[in-house]
């Protein structure tokens, strides 16, 4: 169990360009999360996952946002078009089933210039 | 509309104390509420979750308070030390039922224990 492994830990973008981040769950770990926390806010769900279905999105994942999770393992989370609002830490969360608690990784930090 | 209200926003203790750490919820649907400490640079981590089917939890210094009819629940931390400075997060979610478990988390408590 090496934990929720996040990549990369920090980015920084212009305004208007593409970004994509990984999240590698933890191996047993069907279900995976997205969360987005800005500073001094708790973390607002973004997208999960069961395996590789996509099963609930966010009212703040808009049209720019788009994750995937092809072979129900790692994840990604790509952000087009990128705006200083997109500007946050992006949580990865796993976990076994929903009685247990989520593992989050440490997060990839993007600033938008 | 925020769902989980939580306070104070920040909090002082001195070392050996107890913090206390507040939440008020909306949704009674929600039947499942962690909470979580995050140091600087860091994911959260949790640290200890209630079901409503009880009144309190106690995990060693932490200790979860829980009233259904109020729909507050709050977090004790007894013999507070410079090592549990961070910032906590209460949360909720919805565990029953065929949906998804996102958790809703109110917006923080950055406590900081004074040696």
């Known amino acids: 169990d090496t934990g929720v492994s996040q990549d990369p830990r920090h980015k920084i973008t212009k305004r208007g360009q593409n970004v994509t981040f990984r999240c590698d769950p933890i191996s047993e770990h069907n279900r995976l999360y997205w969360y987005r926390q800005t500073l001094g806010q708790g973390p607002e769900f973004l997208t999960y996952?069961?395996?590789?279905?996509?099963?609930?999105k966010s009212r703040l994942l808009s049209d720019r946002f788009s994750a995937e999770r092809p072979k129900g393992s790692f994840s990604t989370l790509e952000i087009q078009r990128t705006e200083q609002g997109d500007s946050a830490m992006y949580l990865c969360a796993s976990s076994r089933n929903k009685e247990h608690g989520y593992t989050f990784g440490s997060g990839t930090r993007l600033t938008v210039v | 509309q925020q769902q989980v209200k939580q306070s104070p926003q920040s909090l002082i203790v001195q070392k050996g104390g107890i913090s206390i750490i507040n939440c008020a919820y909306e949704n009674t649907a929600f039947d499942y509420f962690p909470w979580y400490q995050q140091f600087p640079g860091k994911g959260p981590a949790l640290l200890i979750a209630i079901r409503p089917d009880v009144s309190e939890k106690k995990e060693g210094r932490f200790t979860i308070s829980f009233n259904k009819s109020a729909k507050q629940f709050s977090l004790h931390i007894m013999d507070s030390q410079p090592g549990d400075s961070a910032t906590y997060f209460c949360?909720?979610?919805?565990?029953?039922?065929?949906?998804?478990?996102?958790?809703?988390f109110g917006k923080g408590t950055h406590l900081i224990i004074q040696p």
């Open positions: 996952f069961q395996n590789e279905a996509q099963l609930e």
């Open positions: 949360a909720a979610s919805i565990l029953s039922g065929g949906g998804a478990d996102g958790l809703t």
